[in-house]
């Protein structure tokens, strides 16, 4: 950490309730600002940066950063709560199933029947979300593994397996190890918007950032990407991502 540039930025009137950090990226030649998806701000910084030039920057930029950190922090606010009790929904692959609690016992497991998702009845809520994201990840880490094979095909490459995880505020990763990962919580969205998550992290496997030529990339496989993109922002806020009551 640049405790230099630490400093310099701590005595911005940065707002409160904010989480920052400052890293050093020996590669890089300008600051770079990024926002998670939770409003936690990260300061990228050359080895040699100014701290004086930095935190000018950050003031300039501070408006701005605010509003958008506050944008991304009452969105986590507003995150849906699951209660577990007989017929709370639960979407899977766009389809809505509802909850039914079943008897625990050495065989039983969450499974999809009749239209309901079954749950063994879980001794706490915090338990039931987690035995329901762990079926979101197998279930969905064998449906992937198969939908991405003609995705593959179509955008050129082989990644190294393809996998379904929690990724806390990302939707999607393309690992250095070459694994494709998806969020379980997509999971919950009709295919064709699984489609955009998955295409989006494979063609990272050939072009990486977010650049003309990385759109282009992805445009080729999904020439509707900007209303798959439109289809997504509106159905993203209402994924459920394990929070319970």
């Given at each position: 950490m640049?405790?230099?540039?630490?400093?310099?930025?701590?005595?911005?009137?940065?707002?409160?309730?904010?989480?920052?950090?400052?890293?050093?990226?020996?590669?890089?030649?300008?600051?770079?600002?990024?926002?998670?998806?939770?409003?936690?701000?990260?300061?990228?910084?050359?080895?040699?940066?100014?701290?004086?030039?930095?935190?000018?920057?950050?003031?300039?930029?501070?408006?701005?950063?605010a509003?958008?950190?506050?944008?991304?922090q009452?969105?986590?606010?507003?995150?849906?709560?699951?209660?577990?009790?007989?017929?709370?929904?639960?979407?899977y692959?766009?389809?809505r199933?509802?909850?039914?609690?079943?008897?625990?016992?050495?065989?039983?497991?969450?499974?999809?029947?009749?239209?309901?998702?079954?749950?063994?009845?879980?001794?706490?809520?915090?338990?039931?979300?987690?035995?329901?994201?762990?079926?979101?990840?197998?279930?969905?880490?064998?449906?992937?593994?198969?939908?991405?094979?003609?995705?593959?095909?179509?955008?050129?490459?082989?990644?190294?397996?393809?996998?379904?995880?929690?990724?806390?505020?990302?939707?999607g990763?393309?690992?250095?190890?070459?694994?494709?990962?998806?969020?379980?919580?997509?999971?919950?969205?009709?295919?064709?918007?699984?489609?955009?998550?998955?295409?989006?992290?494979?063609?990272?496997?050939?072009?990486?950032?977010?650049?003309?030529?990385?759109?282009?990339?992805?445009?080729?496989?999904?020439?509707?990407?900007?209303e798959?993109?439109?289809?997504?922002?509106?159905?993203?806020?209402?994924?459920?991502?394990?929070?319970?009551?």
């Amino acid at each position: 950490m640049n405790v230099s540039v630490q400093q310099a930025i701590a005595s911005l009137p940065v707002p409160e309730g904010w989480r920052w950090q400052v890293v050093v990226r020996p590669k890089r030649r300008t600051l770079g600002i990024d926002i998670a998806e939770d409003g936690d701000v990260l300061f990228a910084v050359p080895a040699d940066a100014d701290p004086g030039a930095v935190a000018d920057v950050v003031r300039a930029r501070l408006p701005r950063l605010a509003a958008e950190v506050r944008r991304r922090q009452d969105r986590v606010a507003a995150e849906p709560v699951k209660e577990f009790v007989g017929g709370t929904s639960f979407s899977y692959l766009g389809r809505r199933n509802r909850l039914k609690l079943v008897p625990p016992g050495p065989d039983r497991k969450v499974r999809l029947h009749r239209g309901w998702l079954e749950l063994p009845r879980p001794q706490t809520a915090d338990e039931g979300a987690r035995r329901i994201a762990d079926w979101y990840m197998q279930c969905g880490s064998r449906w992937l593994a198969a939908r991405a094979l003609p995705w593959m095909q179509r955008v050129g490459v082989s990644p190294r397996t393809v996998a379904v995880r929690d990724l806390g505020r990302r939707w999607g990763a393309c690992e250095p190890s070459g694994t494709i990962v998806v969020h379980w919580a997509v999971i919950q969205l009709p295919p064709a918007l699984v489609d955009l998550v998955l295409v989006h992290e494979l063609c990272h496997a050939r072009v990486p950032g977010h650049g003309a030529s990385f759109r282009r990339t992805v445009r080729l496989a999904l020439p509707d990407i900007d209303e798959r993109e439109r289809w997504f922002a509106v159905e993203a806020p209402s994924l459920w991502r394990g929070i319970v009551r």
